[in-house]
């Protein structure tokens, strides 16, 4: 299906775009932009992966309730995923940079709360997760 919409024909020589992906990757709001996705997806990603040990297992949560705290989180990502590009370009790239390094300064604190309290609550658990995946 998608054989559909390439197209056939070579791009002439003045539609060609000279990247060079040297200068992009040598500038500094470019590699800040870079580390803030690598931390922020980071720990999302590793909790996704240990989620089911850590409610079902640790926690005795039953399985059925499990896939809510689960789908709240995966819900709250795709949405944030799905509307970030319109976010960004309403608000502006730098003014997001700043929102999203509050947003990741209030989860670490929320998942810090959770985590020198030796939280039991699933609730608490996964609120603290969905700030972080916003």
Same mark, same amino acid.
């Given at each position: 299906?998608?054989?559909? @919409?390439? +197209? $056939?024909?070579?791009?002439?020589?003045?539609?060609?775009?000279?990247?060079?992906?040297?200068?992009?990757?040598?500038?500094? +709001?470019?590699?800040?932009?870079?580390?803030?996705? $690598? @931390?922020?997806?980071?720990?999302?990603?590793?909790?996704?992966?240990?989620?089911?040990?850590?409610?079902?297992?640790?926690?005795?949560?039953?399985?059925?309730?499990?896939?809510?705290?689960?789908?709240?989180?995966?819900?709250?990502?795709?949405?944030?995923?799905?509307?970030?590009?319109?976010?960004?370009?309403? @608000?502006?790239?730098?003014?997001?940079?700043?929102?999203?390094?509050?947003?990741?300064?209030?989860? @670490?604190?929320?998942?810090?709360?959770?985590?020198?309290?030796?939280?039991?609550? +699933?609730?608490?658990?996964?609120?603290? $997760?969905?700030?972080?995946?916003?």
């Amino acid at each position: 299906m998608s054989l559909l @919409f390439v +197209p $056939f024909k070579k791009a002439k020589k003045e539609e060609q775009v000279d990247v060079k992906y040297r200068d992009i990757f040598s500038s500094r +709001p470019f590699m800040l932009l870079l580390a803030n996705l $690598f @931390f922020k997806s980071l720990p999302y990603l590793v909790f996704l992966g240990m989620s089911s040990i850590i409610y079902v297992e640790a926690l005795g949560v039953d399985l059925a309730s499990y896939g809510y705290y689960q789908g709240a989180c995966a819900l709250v990502f795709a949405i944030g995923s799905l509307i970030a590009g319109l976010v960004v370009r309403k @608000f502006h790239a730098k003014n997001m940079l700043v929102v999203s390094a509050y947003l990741a300064l209030i989860s @670490f604190i929320a998942l810090g709360y959770v985590t020198i309290t030796d939280s039991k609550s +699933p609730l608490l658990i996964a609120i603290s $997760f969905v700030i972080f995946s916003i």
